[in-house]
């Protein structure tokens, strides 16, 4: 490795220029220990932080910069919504001529979101290098657009930082020399453990009236679950059974709120309060809510992560999960989006509850090995 990295990089005299590239919710908890970190570093280090506007509403975006004080974007891109193609084209479109107005010497990338691959291509084709953060994750299952972009980054990427033993393997398997795949933790948990406390202060459950333990916490946008009226019936008619047990809350994402709305059991359980609709939530509202749920049930792959170290009982309700850690650590539960198996794993939860375990370095210092890893990379 120090072979590699030694040569994968020149001295320079002034400080290496990293580009952090934010664009969707989940990026900025992961992008924030590692500015933070650089932070500590500025004679080493140039940081920007480049926001491409993939989420643009406060709720998903700017309430991050507040609730995890990571530094205002240097550069804003507004490329707003659009589809999968227009979305990416329009971020390679605007981030091209501020990668070649800001001399670059590294791009980081974070997740699996369009605004990674985007970055990523277009880094690539300047000449300039790219770290993915959180690289080798697979859910085999190429339907998902997030599979796509995290296989692609990781075939350009020069540095791959990854957050568990499978992704090194995956990676491996898809030809990835090993000198390139570090394997430092996962920068979520740096964040979660950071500003847990802060969380937990707020007491957003006792705010809404809720007792510790006595409620449901769910998140679902995934189009798999959101965009098909009959899929999404199914499934909030499998949330119902867990809400006539204990009321659950619903944090709803921009994208669902209308099918949400739209859907009879939905309006039904709203209707006779087991179901409580919310608007989406800041990170630290968010966190404070699900430390104190009796159950978590989600779509969402970061949520399994969070779950775990809070050691709340997680069912993801989808067919797979390219977090296997989670499960095999953790206590995340692949249940599937049909009614019965989402029923009788709340039933299995609710009577025997989970035994919580902690990943191998899942211990809030993946920002301090990520920027270690950068220092040699970059010659310092």
């Not at 989940?26 to 500015?35: E, G, L, S």
């Not at 170290?309 to 650590?329: A, D, K, S």
Request: glycine residues 8%.
């Amino acid at each position: 490795m120090e072979g590699s990295i030694a040569g994968a990089a020149a001295m320079v005299t002034r400080p290496f220029h990293i580009l952090n590239i934010v664009g969707a919710r989940p990026n900025f908890m992961k992008v924030a220990p590692i500015a933070a970190e650089l932070a500590k570093n500025g004679g080493r280090f140039a940081s920007t932080i480049v926001h491409t506007g993939q989420h643009y509403d406060d709720k998903l975006s700017k309430v991050f910069f507040d609730d995890l004080a990571i530094p205002r974007p240097d550069v804003n891109l507004d490329v707003g919504s659009a589809s999968h193609a227009q979305q990416t084209a329009a971020i390679m479109s605007a981030f091209e001529p501020v990668l070649q107005q800001r001399r670059a010497d590294l791009v980081v990338v974070v997740g699996d979101v369009n605004s990674t691959i985007a970055c990523a291509l277009v880094a690539v084709k300047l000449g300039i290098p790219v770290a993915h953060v959180e690289a080798g994750l697979r859910s085999f299952d190429r339907t998902m657009p997030e599979e796509v972009n995290r296989v692609l980054t990781d075939q350009i990427s020069e540095l791959l930082f990854t957050t568990e033993a499978s992704a090194e393997a995956n990676l491996k398997r898809e030809g990835i020399a090993a000198e390139k795949i570090h394997f430092v933790g996962n920068v979520m948990i740096d964040t979660l453990l950071a500003h847990r406390d802060r969380a937990r202060a707020l007491a957003v459950h006792q705010t809404l009236g809720l007792a510790g333990g006595d409620y449901g916490l769910l998140t679902l946008h995934r189009p798999s679950n959101v965009d098909d009226p009959e899929v999404f019936e199914r499934l909030i008619g499998a949330i119902g059974h867990v809400a006539e047990d204990v009321p659950v809350i619903f944090p709803v994402h921009p994208r669902t709120r209308p099918v949400v709305l739209g859907s009879a059991t939905a309006t039904s359980l709203v209707r006779r309060g087991r179901l409580r609709l919310l608007d989406p939530l800041g990170y630290l509202e968010f966190i404070g809510l699900m430390e104190h749920a009796r159950v978590v049930l989600t779509d969402s792959g970061g949520i399994q992560e969070e779950t775990t170290i809070l050691g709340v009982p997680c069912l993801t309700l989808r067919e797979n999960t390219e977090r296997p850690v989670t499960v095999t650590h953790g206590t995340n539960r692949v249940v599937g989006t049909q009614p019965e198996s989402i029923v009788a794993a709340w039933n299995d939860v609710r009577h025997h509850g989970c035994a919580p375990g902690k990943p191998p370095l899942w211990d809030g210092g993946a920002a301090r090995r990520i920027v270690e890893i950068l220092t040699r990379f970059a010659g310092h």
